[in-house]
């Protein structure tokens, strides 16, 4: 069956590590999307892709980065990991960019 | 910042009653609309979708949409306390940019 996976499921690093998180589906989907999950705020977009070589700055941003250089992976980095950014981040592809979206089981990042 | 509004809740109805949940969008361009649940620890999970003005229905769940009021309301029949989690209301306009999310409404189901 497709799926979509990511790993670690938890993270712990200290202030300033690069971290890269990393996300691969089996859908054969053009469009990958990353997303933060916070209390009280929700699930906020951080970066989008809707093909190899495309990527797209979401609402928080600053301070991530992706690369999208196959159908299947789209990888999130923090450049140098912040307290600020201790969430829960979920990656999610689709068919269509204005359709259902299929969610990973998402990784708990603690920056120490 | 296009804006997706929930009341957070939580909002307590007991088993066996209508839930009802509301969601109001900023962006009139808006053309899709979804619910999707969420447990607590779990990724979230598509439950309706709704694309036309009116009423959709699935099972136990009702989707309500009113593009010139800019709302989108779900509707849980005989709810269970299964039923218990987070629903979170998303918005895409025509233009193809990625969902937006709300906030987050919590509902509990109490038997």
């Known amino acids: 069956d497709a799926e979509i996976t990511q790993s670690p499921r938890h993270k712990i690093t200290e202030t300033g590590r690069q971290v890269t998180l990393a996300c691969h589906q089996t859908?054969?989907?053009?469009?990958m999307f990353w997303y933060r999950q916070d209390l009280g705020h929700g699930l906020r977009l951080i970066h989008y892709?809707?093909?190899?070589?495309?990527?797209n700055k979401g609402e928080v941003s600053d301070g991530y980065s992706v690369s999208r250089s196959n159908t299947e992976d789209l990888p999130l980095t923090l450049e140098s990991a912040a307290s600020s950014q201790t969430s829960v981040y979920f990656c999610?592809?689709?068919?269509?960019?204005?359709?259902?979206?299929?969610f990973g089981s998402g990784t708990q990042l603690s920056v120490l | 910042q296009k804006e997706v509004e929930q009341n957070s809740g939580p909002l307590s109805v007991p088993e066996g009653a209508i839930a009802s949940l509301n969601c109001t969008y900023s962006?009139?361009?808006?053309?899709?609309f979804f619910w999707y649940r969420q447990y607590s620890g779990k990724s979230p999970e598509l439950i309706m979708s709704?694309?036309?003005?009116g009423d959709k229905e699935d099972g136990r769940f009702t989707a309500q949409l009113n593009k010139a009021s800019q709302y989108v309301s779900l509707l849980i029949r005989d709810s269970q306390p299964s039923d218990s989690a987070t629903y979170l209301c998303?918005?895409?306009?025509?233009?193809?940019?990625?969902?937006?999310f709300g906030k987050g409404t919590s509902l509990l189901v109490t038997p």
């Open positions: 999610a592809s689709s068919d269509n960019p204005n359709e259902k979206l299929f």
């Open positions: 892709s809707y093909g190899v070589q495309d990527t």
């Open positions: 998303a918005v895409s306009a025509n233009s193809g940019y990625a969902l937006n």
């Open positions: 962006d009139r361009g808006s053309q899709s």
């Open positions: 859908w054969n989907h053009n469009n």
């Open positions: 709704i694309y036309s003005n």
